[in-house]
């Protein structure tokens, strides 16, 4: 388990997760993103008006979002709203179809959006083969039925939980610490500093927790050692691919045992050079599918690491399995073509 648990003053008897940054990860660069495919989704299928763009889709889903917590918490003092009250404030003239059709578009986007942390799973697998009461806390607008569809296309099960809770459904949050105060009501046999929590939010899945008497844990996203390459590549190239961007946060948040000395390296290893290297070696199995080549020889000594690399796609695409891929034991020089008439540098 990433937790040393040395904060817990006795031996921890529960594990309370966050959902998403945390146990899930989305298949994009931002959260708002996946508001524009839902409405890329909503155009295809008619379900907005004809004027209505994904573009537009997305600024109305969150501007309505904004509305429908303001109205709440004028009403109750509470900003915590379900998916299905998010819609209800989407201007007219914008939706073509039921606001239920939307949640259930957007719940469906969000199912093929989400895969597991590794180390968040096994953490959680974990605890609760060692006997530990495990709960899900999310401040989300998805309720837990919604909740507990995500996780299975996850893959991940949610019997592993003993409770799940979300802030729309209780009307409470963890940003306020309500969250946790229910979870302590629900196991009234547990203290709460036998209880540890993790989570990406600073404010949220720390501060709070630590305040309603848990100890808590805080989740690293890798987001931090990715933004400077992420926004310097998208000046020069584009916006990068979200799937991409997102397994290269994946990739950095899996450096919690790194030395700080060594964290930068793998940083730079992780977001910069792996996405590359495999890159690279995708388009070689490609390339070789396509012109009808077998044999692949990576000159040494960069060889050795291409020649796993290549061997590993054309395992992992299933299309190049019959590839024979093997380092060459010879040097780049003996590649170049003589120059009739210029003296070579050696």
Not at 82 to 109: F, K, M, N, R, W
Request: proline share 5%.
């Amino acid at each position: 388990m990433p937790f040393s648990w040395a904060v817990t003053p006795a031996a921890p008897s529960a594990l309370s997760v966050d959902l998403f940054d945390t146990l899930v990860l989305r298949a994009v660069a931002q959260p708002v993103d996946v508001f524009l495919r839902v409405g890329a989704r909503a155009v295809d299928r008619g379900l907005v008006h004809r004027h209505v763009t994904p573009a537009r889709f997305q600024v109305a889903r969150q501007t309505a979002e904004a509305s429908a917590r303001a109205a709440r918490h004028a009403q109750t003092g509470s900003s915590e709203v379900t998916l299905l009250e998010i819609y209800a404030q989407i201007l007219p003239g914008v939706l073509a179809a039921s606001c239920e059709t939307l949640v259930a578009l957007e719940t469906d986007v969000e199912r093929e959006l989400v895969y597991p942390h590794p180390r968040t799973m096994e953490t959680v697998m974990a605890a609760a083969k060692g006997g530990m009461r495990t709960a899900l806390l999310s401040d989300t607008y998805f309720n837990v039925e919604q909740v507990t569809t995500l996780l299975r296309s996850a893959g991940i099960p949610p019997e592993l939980f003993n409770d799940i809770l979300t802030s729309s459904q209780e009307r409470v949050s963890k940003r306020d610490g309500g969250l946790f105060a229910r979870l302590m009501e629900r196991w009234p046999d547990v203290r709460p500093e036998h209880v540890v929590h993790l989570g990406d939010h600073r404010h949220a899945d720390v501060a709070m927790a630590l305040r309603a008497g848990l100890n808590a844990e805080c989740h690293d996203t890798g987001e931090d050692d990715t933004r400077e390459h992420v926004r310097l590549e998208a000046l020069r190239h584009g916006t990068p691919s979200p799937e991409l961007t997102s397994l290269r946060r994946l990739s950095c948040s899996l450096a919690g045992a790194v030395g700080e000395q060594e964290r930068w390296w793998f940083a730079l290893g992780a977001s910069v050079l792996g996405p590359l290297l495999s890159a690279f070696a995708d388009w070689v199995v490609d390339d070789c599918i396509r012109d009808g080549i077998r044999v692949v020889r990576p000159l040494m000594r960069e060889g050795a690491l291409f020649a796993e690399m290549i061997a590993a796609s054309a395992r992992r695409t299933g299309t190049g399995t019959g590839l024979d891929v093997r380092p060459m034991f010879a040097s780049r020089a003996s590649t170049w073509l003589t120059i009739p008439g210029k003296q070579r540098c050696r």
